[in-house]
């Protein structure tokens, strides 16, 4: 039996130069409708004057382990699909906007055809063995994706050596971006 994957992604705010390649990458892979995205990238200013720096984020939705938006979605079309990821049915979706709502990181929006849409980590990619578009697009490498049940040393790797921050951990939704700093 294979092992189950959880995949999750660590974000370099070193490498990061706010080009938004990925949010491109993202709008034609997964045909973004006009005015809304699945990802984006944020500017967070730290320290006080005279010492100031700016962190670029690339941001999207977090794969929350425990997700709000799967708790409180009526119809079951918010689910987690075995492999880390949490995903939408369309088909169920009835665009009632609970998910909206329930989730801390805004990290969805109303498809003007009527569903609840998100990153989905690209999963139609992920199931033909290829990575996530806005991965395969960053010019300076700043996006990884990892499997935190893997023992390929990848995540541990990454990690090395660096600080790494969560955004909203006080949510409690267990959530899977990790910033380096
Ligand atoms: Fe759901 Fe929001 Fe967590 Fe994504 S970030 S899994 S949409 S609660």
Partial sequence: MSRKKNYAMVIDTRACVGCSACVYAC???NSV???FCRDWIEQKIQGSFPNLTMELRSNRCQHCEDAPCVTY???GSSHYAGDGTVQIDRDLCTGCKACLAACP???RYIHPIGYADKCSFCQHRL???LQPACVT???TDALHLVDLNSNDGIFENLL???KTTQDIVH???GPKLFWLQ
Wanted: net charge negative; charged share 40%.
């Fill in 105 to 107: 990181y805004d990290a």
């Fill in 27 to 29: 709008k034609s892979e």
């Fill in 127 to 129: 199931k033909k063995g």
């Fill in 73 to 75: 979605c009526p119809t």
């Fill in 160 to 162: 090395e050596d660096r």
């Fill in 33 to 35: 409708p006009e005015g």
């Fill in 171 to 173: 949510a409690g939704t």
């Fill in 137 to 139: 697009t960053c010019p």
